[in-house]
């Protein structure tokens, strides 16, 4: 139930491109919804975060889906570009910046031009 | 969002020597938290380091092998001892607050010979 699934375990868009991550859970305890991007060498960076009272949350080129009834939530990338080319992690936890969060298994995204 | 520093950012161990790593951040956070990454692998919690008590550990992790100390709000330690070639891996400190997520550090890049 601690579980976070995450697909596809890799992407390969090209540039300009929509890139799809998607994400599942169980525990409905959950009640906020990160995703991290993480370059080699570095740590996770916060990317972009929602709760589940709000069904979309937008910043810039990246949106998050988010979908409580089914209990799934996603990452568009929109006009994808080289520069994006990382691992991305979606996460959840109980309480935001409190509590443990538990990962996805991740997914490498690779944008070519 | 507050700034992360680990240190070191890499080592090279001999198996059977301990390893401490330090974590300090550039403002007071209510909690602090230690993640292993296993090269191209998730993120795994090891345990929340809690300021004037005892860490709590997740499950598999035990105090004797990854001791963590926390001696403040705004900096903390974990060690890896007895070391052996399975827990070479990436070390990772994040921090957050009930008003911040949780941020990262860049994490410490161990490996056993």
């Known amino acids: 139930q601690q579980q976070v699934k995450q697909s596809p375990q890799s992407l390969i868009v090209q540039k300009g491109g929509i890139s799809i991550i998607n994400c599942a859970y169980e525990n409905t305890a959950f009640d906020y919804f990160p995703w991290y991007q993480q370059f080699p060498g570095k740590g996770p960076a916060l990317l972009i975060a929602i709760r589940p009272d709000v069904s979309e949350k937008k910043e810039g080129r990246f949106t998050i889906s988010f979908n409580k009834s089914a209990k799934q939530f996603s990452l568009h990338i929109m006009d994808s570009q080289p520069g994006d080319s990382a691992t991305y992690f979606c996460a959840a936890t109980r309480r935001r910046g409190t509590d443990k969060l538990i990962f996805g298994t991740g997914t490498r995204l690779q944008v070519f031009p | 969002s507050a700034v992360i520093s680990q240190k070191p950012s890499r080592d090279i161990c001999q198996r059977g020597t301990s390893l401490t790593i330090q974590c300090q951040v550039d403002s007071q956070v209510t909690m602090m938290f230690w993640y292993r990454q296993q090269p191209g692998q998730s993120l795994t919690l090891i345990a929340t380091?809690?300021?004037?008590?005892?860490?709590?550990?997740e499950s598999g992790f035990v105090i004797d092998k990854f001791p963590i100390s926390r001696p403040n709000l705004t900096f903390s330690t974990l060690t890896v001892s007895n070391m052996s070639p399975e827990d070479s891996s990436i070390y990772l400190c994040s921090a957050g607050n009930s008003n911040q997520p949780q941020h990262f550090g860049d994490g410490t890049r161990l490996s056993i010979l």
């Open positions: 380091a809690n300021q004037g008590s005892e860490a709590t550990y």
